[in-house]
Structures are given as structure tokens and as C-alpha cells.
DNA sequence: CGGATGGTTCGGTGGCCGCCGAACCGTTCG
DNA sequence: CGAACGGTTCGGCGGCCACCGAACCATCCG
């Protein structure tokens, strides 16, 4: 066949090829959750072989989507940077059938909407993490550009949490296609958050939710009833 | 086969297939720079067949990747939306070999080196860009968040130009891999600078270089020999 | 009108690649 | 040691799709 194309930079497609099938696209969303998953794992998530889940992985790793630490007889794999993560946010976003955005919620069930939590690469995201960023705005604990304000910095103290970081940054939501906080503040608020137990995971994946202790210390922030 | 994933969201994969083919990636590469193109032109500049280019375009329009007008016996394709832009930036700089970063220059070829501009998705990039983006940062007319500073704002009215947008966000250049002025001020001041007549085209590419009267005007600012 | 030009549609062909199962390797554990 | 288990390699199969050329449609122009 042999086409040279006109001295094309450095090509998108290969990047792209990699995350193009189905399988793979389904591992890199598991993997969005930060956390650290095996081929079998990946494998079943996908209901595909072993050996198929295998060659995958290959793939994502020539590509540089994925890293992978071996340790004993296992083989733990990862998104190979905040970068990758990026990247995804985007191509999901607009993969997204646009799905049309809640506008505001009777302050009645916005307790049970809080239920619905997950993290999103290191930080919070889904309805928890969206209303957070809300929350954190509406009381002036969080500016315009995504930083840490006065205010916020002596909530976060007045409350015992650690924030490190100052600086944030919007990350499109999946599925409420809202922006919410990410970024340095956003993974230390998330952190910070799992240190003081007001959040905790569901099982193994991606789920969070508010514990009561969580809840009793937002009241306020987030206006539950 | 019959595969069906775990209620797997809005899969990317259909978008990220949409790319992973190089000839459509070489197409989506050229029409970053925000003007429209007709089949035949990127026919010829994949080095495929028109009926094949016909084929990659159906794709991408599919995908919402491209939008097309037609007018007359042409049809023209463009980008679908900013957000488009966006994620090819970041796929390309994923994509990208890391290149070495060119770290300071001997004021007596900047000269020369300025000639080498061009558009991306409406702002200028390349060296162009990219040290028009550090003049403006070394003489505080630009401050940390990409926004235009009091002084930058009085550097504008000074020359005439009319910025009427002053938030500007970050954008990775392809080639240099350092980031350069986007968003709205970004495609605000092209398009200023275009409207003075300091840059203009060359020839029906991206490709964007310094007139005379520009490099007067700028003289001062980019400090040119 | 009739030729030229741009774009699209339609078979047909070849290669790539996702998939599997079987065999194999390495680690862990009884 | 031997069984169990996670992971990988390999051969083979089947479907998808990028590609082309030829025929066709529409618009523009002499």
C-alpha cells in the first residue's frame, strides 16, 4: 500500500486507534478511578478472555495510555498520568449524548440526590462532587478561577482540613456534563475529606457517599435537610 | 458476537474510532486552523481518492466532529466546535514525541525565527504565538490566569487594538509543546492583529508571518534586532 | 446545450485486528 | 513437591473497513 503522508507531525490516529475499541474504551473509563486494577479484573469487566484483555493492555501501554507496576504474580495497572486523565474528561465529553443539565433541585431531596457520589481521577465527582463545587462557590470558599479564597481557606481550617493546595481546576462530569472542582485543590479536598471519614467508598469501585459524621459537619455547607 | 458492556455510559470509543484513522487524522490536523475545507482538498492532501475522502468525511460528521455548508457545487467542511479543537490539542499532545523546548534565544536571530507563525483554531501558535505569549507575560500584560492586565489593557488602546474579550486560557502547542495564549483574548487579538494588518497569511495555509507595519508596532514589545 | 469539474454512490478486494482456546510460564501455598 | 491460580504466548478464524475505479449526479461556464 505504502501512503506517506505530507511529513504529518507526530499523528493523532495511533493515540486514538488505542482507545477506539470497545474493550479498551470500557478499561480506561474503569481506570479514570485513579486506583490500580489487574487484567483478570479488566477482563471480566469487560466480558472478554484473559488473554484478550491481555493484548489490550499491551496496546494501551505502547500507546503510553497505561502503566503497570508488577508486584508478586499480579500485574497492576494504572492511567499513565493526570494527562491521560485529561484527555479522557475531553473525549467523553464529547462522546457524551448531551444529556440535559438538572437545573435546580427542591431542597427536600437534595439529601437523597447527595447519595450518588463517585471520584473522578483522584477527586470527587458525580452529584456529590458537583454539589460540593456548588456549595463551596455559593459561600464564597471558592472564586471565580477555581482557587482556594480567604473565606474558604478558614472553612477548611475551622473544620481540620488539610488543604495543601490552593489551586483548582474545572473537570467536565461524565454523565451531569457539569463542571466541578479538580485539579491540585480538588484531589487535596478530596483527600482531606476521606482523612476526616465524612466520605468513604461503596464496595469497590469508583462510589462514594457521605458518612453521617460527613453530613452532620456539611449541614450547613451543603444545606441538607 | 453480541458483546454487550456493562451499561457502560456513552462509550468514547466511536469518537476516538472516528480518529484513529490516518488519513481522517491528518484531515482533522488541517482543519485546526479554523477555515474550511472542501473534499477534494483534503483528498489530495491525504493522497487518497475523492470517493474515499467522501467516506473518512461521512465519519466524522457522524462522529460531531465536523459540520459542513454547502454552497453552490462545494461543500465545505469545518470543525465542529471549540470543544473539538480542545480535544485534538490534548490528543496531539499526548501524541507528540517529546520534542526538547528551544530555551532562550540570542535577541539576534528572534528576528528570524518570528517568521515562523501560524493559526490554531483561530489564535495565533506556533514561534509566533509562543513568544508573542511570553512578551506580553514579560511586560505584565498578561497575568498568571491568561487574563489581560490593567496595563495590557492600556497597551491595546495605545496600538488601537480592539480586545474585546480579556479572559484567554492555555493552549498546548503541537510542535513546541509549551503553552501558548488561546480563548477568547487569544482569538480576540488575532483577530486584531489581522484587522491592523500586523500579521497576514501566506498562500492558503495556516502559515501566518509579520508584516512590516506589524513588526514596527511590535518592535518595542518583542524586541526584535 | 454540452463539456468540465466537484462530489457522491456502489461493488469488490485485501489487510488488519479482536476474539478465542490451548499450551505454557511463574508465583504462591498447602 | 504438586496443585492452584494469574498472566502470557501462539495459531487460527471471522468480521470490519480503508481503499480503489467506474458510474452517476449536480453545478458552473463557454
Known amino acids: 500500500m505504502e501512503r506517506t503522508f505530507p511529513e504529518a507531525a507526530p499523528s493523532i490516529a495511533p493515540v486514538a486507534a488505542a482507545l477506539a475499541d470497545p474493550s479498551r474504551a470500557v478499561m ?24 484478550t484483555a491481555t493484548e ?33 474528561e ?20 437534595r439529601t437523597r440526590r447527595f447519595r450518588e457520589g463517585r471520584t473522578c481521577y483522584k477527586h470527587l465527582a458525580g452529584r456529590l462532587g458537583l454539589h460540593l463545587t456548588d456549595a463551596l462557590r455559593s459561600h464564597g ?13 478558614a472553612w477548611a481550617a475551622r473544620h481540620r482540613l488539610d ?7 474545572p473537570c467536565l462530569d461524565t454523565t451531569e ?3 466541578h472542582l479538580a485539579g491540585p485543590l480538588g484531589v487535596s479536598l478530596c483527600a482531606a475529606l476521606f482523612a476526616q471519614r465524612w466520605i468513604s ?5 469508583r462510589a462514594v457517599r457521605l458518612t453521617p459524621d460527613g453530613r452532620g459537619n456539611l449541614r450547613d455547607l451543603l444545606q441538607l435537610a
Open 28 to 51: 480506561c473509563t474503569a481506570l479514570m478511578d485513579g486506583r490500580a486494577w489487574t487484567p483478570g479484573e479488566l477482563a471480566t469487566l469487560c466480558g472478554i478472555a484473559r488473554s
Open 56 to 88: 489490550h493492555l499491551h496496546r494501551l501501554a505502547e500507546a503510553g495510555i497505561t502503566v503497570d507496576v508488577r508486584q508478586g504474580k499480579h500485574r497492576y495497572v494504572t492511567l499513565a498520568g493526570d494527562q491521560i486523565a485529561e484527555l479522557l
Open 90 to 109: 475531553r473525549l467523553a465529553a464529547v462522546s457524551g449524548h448531551t444529556l440535559p443539565t438538572a437545573p435546580s433541585l427542591s431542597a427536600s431531596d
Open 141 to 153: 470558599h471558592l472564586d471565580e478561577d477555581w482557587r482556594l479564597t480567604g473565606a474558604g481557606t
Open 163 to 169: 488543604l495543601s493546595e490552593h489551586r483548582g481546576k
Open 177 to 179: 456534563r457539569r463542571p
Open 201 to 205: 467508598r461503596i464496595g469497590d469501585g
